[in-house]
């Protein structure tokens, strides 16, 4: 362990954030363009990058942790406490570039998922108004989709990252 493999760590959790940005807007494009027969997979989608995210958080914490006891800080040490104490060299640079980085993704990430929420809400209450947005749906059709929203809408929930904007040195929400 060490300020590498704590590099290399935030360089993958980046990468999945990055794909769980993708595959919200993907979802939203669908949403948008009436294609609601994806709205199950894309959510699956979803899901699946966010199972990946927690594997990578989990691997950022460890290396971090590893690399603030090196450098003499407690292990719970923030991202911007191990850039203050980083020593000569050009680590300091590198781990506030991640943190830049992830800072922008989490912040695109927000402005996504609440434009997916905002989408998915409409969609919910079209359809419990009883006028689904494309088509006619038979019974069954409506309450399939009323199920396949409510879960897009709680796989959209999960995906907030406090964990991450927390070692970020960001208020988490």
């Known amino acids: 362990m060490g300020a ?3 590099s290399a760590a935030l360089w993958q959790e980046r990468r999945q954030l990055e794909v769980l940005l993708f595959r919200l807007e993907t ?3 669908h949403v948008e363009a009436g294609n609601l027969r994806w709205l199950g997979f894309t959510a699956a989608e979803v899901a699946d990058v966010l199972d990946r995210l ?3 958080a989990l691997a950022r914490s460890v290396e971090s942790a590893g690399v603030a006891v090196e450098w003499g800080l407690p292990p719970e040490t923030s991202l911007p406490g191990l850039i203050g104490v980083a020593p000569p060299g050009p ?10 980085g992830l800072q922008d993704l989490l912040g695109r990430l927000g402005n996504a998922v609440r434009a ?10 079209t359809v419990a ?3 689904p947005p494309a088509g006619t749906f038979s019974e069954l059709d409506q309450l399939t989709l009323t199920g396949t929203v409510e879960h897009a ?3 959209i929930g999960q995906t907030g990252q406090p964990h991450l904007a927390e070692y970020l040195g960001n208020s988490p929400g």
């Open 4 to 6: 590498g493999d704590l």
């Open 27 to 29: 979802q939203q494009l």
């Open 54 to 56: 927690r594997f990578e």
């Open 91 to 100: 680590w300091a640079e590198i781990l506030s570039e991640h943190r830049t």
């Open 116 to 125: 997916g929420r905002n989408s998915l809400e409409a969609v919910r209450l």
């Open 129 to 131: 108004a009883g006028a």
């Open 153 to 155: 809408l709680a796989v």
